[in-house]
């Protein structure tokens, strides 16, 4: 068990939903587990004004709402003297120089060693904005960083394009160097996705079949079947490309797709994930219209309840032309992949909620059983379930009990629940536990963000200067049509959830 050095941490935002949802049982419980050293102490910033005293109950409520683990009182004592509260606008600097004031404080009373973490849970617009004012306050220096550290964790969106993501690296790097800057994806912090890297490099059995000569295709799939809620207004500016697509997807897909790492360092594991993304063609025009499909659900019922479309859900433009869901066909062009599609798809109001990655293997080159239809027989599929029901399985042929050869396919199933009898930790509470002790593997560095943006700017602009045929697509159902007739052209379907 790894434990970090003592810190301040500072989370601007925070009587945000993501805050209480998230980042404060996540902390928790790193207390409750003794990971956090006792000296650390939180700073909770934002606009409204708030008495120490009731912040600690609001991040209580959050705590036993949303934490994995039941809230001990005397744990949550010794963790709630360390929250403070400071009101302070993001865009003026006489609210930093009184969180310098605050911090100098911590350092001086708990032995936080001059160690600071900054976690900007806020809306995008202000990353760049508080990043500067905390260079202007002296906050980001950290000289070498071998006495002590200033580290800014960065929630996304990063930017909306590839234009807006470079002006906004440029702007964190002139106060924040690269090594300081920590780009979340809480997809990492799953342990599915973590343990695709220890599925592959772990086990001598796949790393010699997980290339074109042995695998069909693979299918990445994150599936939805809430609709916007009360998040309609960020949304409506977002879509599904923006919001799942080019972080998330591509990062479980440089996973599945990366070379060995020399060493499982973070700078090793990132450069190989970079060099797959790079193996990726942009998106043009033609592309555009031939390897990507959007959609955007209408009224449909979900579990037996009618729900509303998109454009009628609170916050959204009744014309709009946001995506709601997007299916692509990606190839990755080097050695190990030529040849060998990857299919994407992601969406919201679809018949279940569901993230998952299936390997389809090509077909035994030759069946010797003269009565078994070949068209009957389905090839080998191995299925790394990310989300809800964690775990994999893999999906073989064998006989059926009885005087004659008819073959059926079977499955061997890995539960992490029933495997390990324990919960798995929340993304956030590993990806928070990584930022204080400076691990940086799980994270996103710049040039891979820059390269998921390049894929993808082409595709954003297209589709926003191109009027959609919307909804074209019920709610309940597994999106439109033109989806189906994408994975069709090749011969393939998407596998049935």
């Not at 440089?254 to 190989?272: H, Q, W």
């Not at 079977?410 to 629940?417: L, T």
Request: proline share 7%; charged share 25%.
């Amino acid at each position: 068990m790894r434990t970090p050095p003592p810190a301040v941490i500072v989370i601007f935002g925070a009587t945000g939903d993501l805050t209480q949802r998230k980042l404060m049982p996540g902390l928790y419980s790193l207390a409750a587990q003794q990971l956090l050293p006792p000296e650390t102490a939180v700073i909770g910033v934002a606009r409204s004004d708030l008495p120490d005293e009731e912040f600690r109950a609001r991040m209580r409520a959050g705590v036993e709402a949303h934490g994995a683990i039941p809230v001990d009182d005397g744990v949550w004592e010794g963790f709630a003297r360390r929250l403070r509260y400071l009101s302070a606008p993001f865009d003026q600097p006489e609210g930093f120089a009184r969180l310098r004031e605050m911090i100098a404080e911590k350092d001086a009373r708990h032995g936080t060693r001059g160690n600071r973490l900054f976690y900007l849970a806020t809306a995008p617009e202000f990353f760049p904005v508080i990043a500067e004012n905390l260079g202007r306050a002296g906050l980001a220096d950290e000289g070498d960083g071998t006495e002590r550290f200033a580290r800014l964790v960065v929630e996304k969106p990063f930017g909306e394009d590839l234009a807006s993501a470079r002006e906004l690296n440029a702007r964190l790097n002139v106060v924040f160097r690269e090594r300081q800057v920590y780009r979340i994806d809480h997809y990492l912090g799953k342990e599915t996705v973590q343990n695709l890297l220890v599925l592959r490099f772990g086990n001598a059995i796949f790393e010699p079949i997980w290339n074109r000569r042995y695998i069909d295709h693979v299918e990445i799939t994150v599936s939805e079947d809430l609709g916007v809620g009360t998040r309609g207004g960020y949304y409506d500016q977002s879509g599904a490309l923006r919001d799942i697509v080019q972080n998330h997807m591509l990062q479980v897909l440089s996973i599945v797709a990366m070379e060995p790492p020399a060493r499982f360092e973070s700078r090793d594991v990132r450069d190989e994930k970079v060099k797959v993304l790079r193996a990726i063609p942009c998106f043009d025009a033609a592309s555009a219209a031939r390897d990507a499909v959007r959609g955007q659900y209408g009224p449909g019922w979900i579990g037996g309840e009618r729900v509303p479309g998109y454009r009628q859900e609170p916050g959204v433009d009744p014309a709009s032309n946001t995506d709601t869901f997007v299916a692509m066909r990606l190839m990755v062009e080097n050695w190990r992949w030529s040849g060998t599609p990857f299919y994407l798809r992601t969406g919201k109001r679809l018949p279940r909620r569901a993230t998952e990655v299936s390997i389809h293997f090509k077909a035994a080159p030759h069946l010797p059983f003269a009565t078994t239809a070949v068209e009957s027989v389905a090839p080998n599929l191995l299925t790394l379930r990310i989300q809800p029901d964690e775990g994999a399985s893999l999906r073989f042929l064998a006989k059926v009990p009885g005087p004659q050869i008819d073959l059926r396919p079977v499955s061997m199933d890995f539960a992490y629940g029933n495997a390990f009898l324990r919960t798995s930790p929340e993304a956030y509470e590993r990806l928070l536990l990584d930022a204080l002790l400076g691990d940086s593997t799980l994270f996103a560095r710049w040039d891979e963000v820059e390269r998921a943006w390049e894929i993808m700017d082409g595709l954003i602009h297209h589709w926003s200067a191109t009027p959609g045929p919307f909804p074209n697509y019920d709610a309940g159902s597994w999106g439109p049509e033109a989806a189906d007739a994408l994975m069709a052209r090749d011969g393939k379907v998407w596998r049935r959830l």
